[in-house]
């Protein structure tokens, strides 16, 4: 079976051929349009998704050698994301379905981050845990099957992509600044720094907070001119992403242990941060298990191996990712 994944929630533009041996091709376009603003702007991901997504859907039939009428399935995400660049997969999908006559399969994003394990470990089993911390979501799910997620703890501010994209605009780095802000905390060594708070949430100890460590480092920073601020940089990173990292080694730890399940899966754009992959590691030992970096941001071979997954159990309807819900 051929499937085709389009993913265009926010400001990647990606299309994917999967078939049941694997990853045919899978092509990104990384909006740098928004680096300007310091944050997505809507309207020109919208603009630029439309630009894009013919001549990826082109790039990547051409790269198998394949004619659009091998395609068995359209999976595109239809859900959360900017309307807008929603609208722009799912037009583009509907299209081809009306010209071809292919069924078309709506995909949860945070269903696609989830499914990015399968990708690389299809034989991982259920139950398993896992963890999608992105620049719009960070959540924790015990995955009982392919669509049967139940939420144990979601942030109730900021999610942790938006932190450190947060942070580094704070720190005079472009966006997106998580790659950055890894990169400027492996400089710091064993230099002496701050250190900044990571919140615990008594009510719903499952659940994330980062907007208080975000007014940590405002108020770590206020008063500060550039060249001393400059020259802590690396310090501050390492001290901030360490916060990130602990929440989420925290949350992850205690859902093992309320679960009694140990295999975790740590999906997003933030599970490319390879302090976050060592800390995970070091506490959960070797049941944790994460998709190549590629596979961890925002792509369409994570909504095909959804798409194609849902399809095989006839499971038309879109699961429920929020607290509590079950499909
Ligand atoms: O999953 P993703 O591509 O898009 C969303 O669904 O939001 O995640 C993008 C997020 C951005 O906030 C980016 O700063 C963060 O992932 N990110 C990282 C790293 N690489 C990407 N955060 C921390 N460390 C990284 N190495
Ligand atoms: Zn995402």
Known sequence: MITLGIETSCDETSVALLSDQGIIANKVYSQLEHAAYGG????????????????????????????IDRID????????????????GISFALGLHVRHSIPVCGINHLEGHICAILLEYPDIGFPFLAIVASGGHTAI???????????????????AGEAFDKAGKMLGFPYPAG??????????GSAAGP??????????????????LKTALKYYL???????????????????QEAVVTSIVNNCADAAEKTGIGRLALCGGVACNGRLREALR???????????????????AMIACAGVNRFNRAMLRAPRMDPGGTL
Do not use: W
Request: glycine share 8%; proline share 7%.
């Open 141 to 159: 799910y015990r995955v009982d099957d392919i669509g049967t997620y139940a939420c144990l703890g979601q942030t109730v501010d900021d999610a």
């Open 222 to 240: 206020n008063g500060k001119d550039a060249d001393a601020v400059r020259a802590e940089r690396p310090a501050i990173c390492r001290a901030f």
């Open 179 to 188: 790659r950055t802000i890894e990169e400027e905390a492996q400089r710091a």
């Open 282 to 300: 070091q506490r959960l030992g070797s049941q944790v298990y994460f998709p190549r970096p590629s596979l961890c941001t925002d792509n369409g």
């Open 195 to 212: 250190s900044f708070p990571v919140a615990r949430m008594p009510g719903a100890p499952g659940n994330f907070s980062f907007s208080g």
């Open 73 to 88: 399935l359209i999976a595109v995400t239809d859900s959360p994301g900017l309307a807008g660049a929603l609208l722009i």
């Open 40 to 67: 997505v702007v809507p309207e020109v991901a919208s603009r630029a998704h439309l630009e894009k997504i013919d001549r990826l859907a082109a790039g990547v039939l051409d790269e198998a050698s394949l004619p």
